[in-house]
């Protein structure tokens, strides 16, 4: 009898632990892809912030920066979400998507993690093309100072200062001037929201359609 009780509380133990580290995994379960290209990946799934004002014949954003480390950003394209958490195709780092400025189809949309691919995304960006960018924990890491360069030349007018764990949010259209609109709010230990990061900063707005 005794060492059927031991059994019994060996085998609840076990699955106990099992259990544990099943869930633990699901946790830190991260997409390993970087950036995609698929119009698939980028299917809007609910509905969300969007101006009101916007005419017929142009195409609305909203975007949100992530929140710390913990909650990734938004970005959402004639009040539908594009990306967000929520749809698991954000990362730390910078969230992009790619617009056609004539129909507002999405070009591309993803993350970037690595400096060298944002530089080469950013070099092919095409004359009409609008770029809209959420940051996620430290944007600063992906910026090169050529990347840097490029974002100006976009209508950017943080990219250039951009620092460690600030939030960004910016939107351009390529050869467009004066059509840019950002936000950019500093990460300071003595009024960050987040102990290591800023708070939440939003943006919206309207492109008109070329």
Not at 22 to 30: E, G, P, Q, S, Y
Not at 85 to 113: A, E, H, P
Not at 128 to 133: E, P, R, S, T
Not at 146 to 154: K, T
Request: a neutral charge; one cysteine or more; proline letters at 4%.
């Amino acid at each position: 009898m005794r060492k059927h009780a031991i059994g019994c509380v060996y085998a609840i133990g076990m699955c106990i632990l099992l259990s544990l580290l099943t869930f633990n995994n699901i946790c830190v379960t991260r997409p390993s892809v970087q950036f995609k290209h698929n119009q698939d990946d980028a299917r809007p799934s609910r509905t969300c912030a969007s101006p009101k004002d916007c005419p017929s014949n142009s195409i609305a954003v909203y975007i949100r920066s992530g929140l710390a480390n913990a909650i990734g950003p938004e970005i959402c394209i004639n009040g539908e979400l594009i990306l967000s958490g929520t749809k698991i195709n954000v990362g730390i780092g910078l969230n992009t998507v790619l617009l056609n400025g004539s129909s507002g189809g999405i070009i591309s949309s993803g993350f970037y993690t690595g400096a060298d691919k944002m530089l080469d995304f950013l070099r092919g960006i095409g004359p009409g093309q609008i770029l809209l960018v959420a940051s996620y924990d430290d944007p600063s890491i992906i910026l090169k100072e050529e990347s840097r360069e490029l974002l100006r030349g976009l209508g950017s007018s943080a990219a250039q200062t951009l620092g460690t764990r600030d939030g960004w949010l910016f939107a351009g259209q390529k050869g467009a001037e004066g059509s840019a609109f950002e936000k950019h709010i500093s990460s300071d230990e003595k009024t960050n929201t987040f102990d290591k990061w800023p708070a939440v900063i939003e943006i919206s707005g309207c492109f008109k359609k070329t």
